[in-house]
T-cell receptor, first 113, second 109 residues
Framework: DSGVTQTPKHLITATGQRVTLRCSPR?????VYWYQQSLDQGLQFLIQ???????AKGNILERFSAQQFPDLHSELNLSSLELGDSALYFC????????????FGEGSRLTVL | GIQVEQSPPDLILQEGANSTLRCNFS?????LQWFHQNPWGQLINLFY???GTKQNGRLSATTVATERYSLLYISSSQTTDSGVYFC???????????FGTGTRLLVSP
């Protein structure tokens, strides 16, 4: 158990819908990261927050947004879902950034039908 | 951005065999980690090793930062070692952890 909690673990929805994925970092970790793992793309960095502020952005689509709340949990919002958004979405956290060791949650598996 | 290459892409071993997985990266790094993704999709931390050598049971890792590579050694492999092994590096410029494409390991009994 990494100490990073992600909900839901599985989610099935239809094209055009909107979903929210939630992440609670390890106790004491200030940085939260979101990654997408799809079959043909490997693990892709989406976005990173440190103590509530956005610090780095990857290839995150405009239909996707995220935030980190004062209690340090984070949410990733995915809207106007397409079939290609089906993937495993991971959250990770670390104490420090840059250079900190990342610990990953178990992921949220999203299936868009 | 930084490039991360892992080799071999696929590896099949008999139980009890040893193996070496390699990770090459193209630039200076703040952080290098090895992960094991098990068949259920979980990403398990193996090593945080921006430089030097570490050992944990049957696994060990060495990173030579000046030559931009890292090695993961698996000794006396077991079927539970099967899965995908990822190397991930954090480049000093963009400060994000970039994953390699992984080495898929299958250990047969």
């Amino acid at each position: 158990d990494s100490g990073v909690t992600q909900t839901p673990k599985h989610l099935i929805t239809a094209t055009g819908q909107r979903v929210t994925l939630r992440c609670s970092p390890r106790s004491g970790d200030l940085s939260v990261y979101w990654y997408q793992q799809s079959l043909d793309q490997g693990l892709q960095f989406l976005i990173q927050y440190y103590n509530g502020e956005e610090r780095a952005k990857g290839n995150i689509l405009e239909r996707f947004s995220a935030q980190q709340f004062p209690d340090l949990h984070s949410e990733l919002n995915l809207s106007s879902l397409e079939l290609g958004d089906s993937a495993l979405y991971f959250c990770a956290s670390s104490v420090v950034h840059p250079g900190g060791e990342l610990f990953f949650g178990e992921g949220s598996r999203l299936t868009v039908l | 951005g930084i490039q991360v290459e892992q080799s071999p892409p696929d590896l099949i071993l008999q139980e009890g065999a040893n193996s070496t997985l390699r990770c090459n990266f193209s630039d200076s790094v703040n952080n290098l980690q090895w992960f094991h993704q098990n068949p259920w999709g979980q990403l398990i931390n193996l090593f945080y090793i921006p430089s030097g050598t570490k050992q944990n049971g049957r696994l060990s890792a060495t990173t030579v930062a000046t030559e931009r590579y890292s090695l993961l050694y698996i000794s006396s492999s077991q079927t539970t070692d099967s899965g995908v092994y990822f190397c991930a590096v954090e480049d000093t410029g963009f400060q994000k952890l970039v994953f390699g494409t992984g080495t898929r390991l299958l250990v047969s009994p």
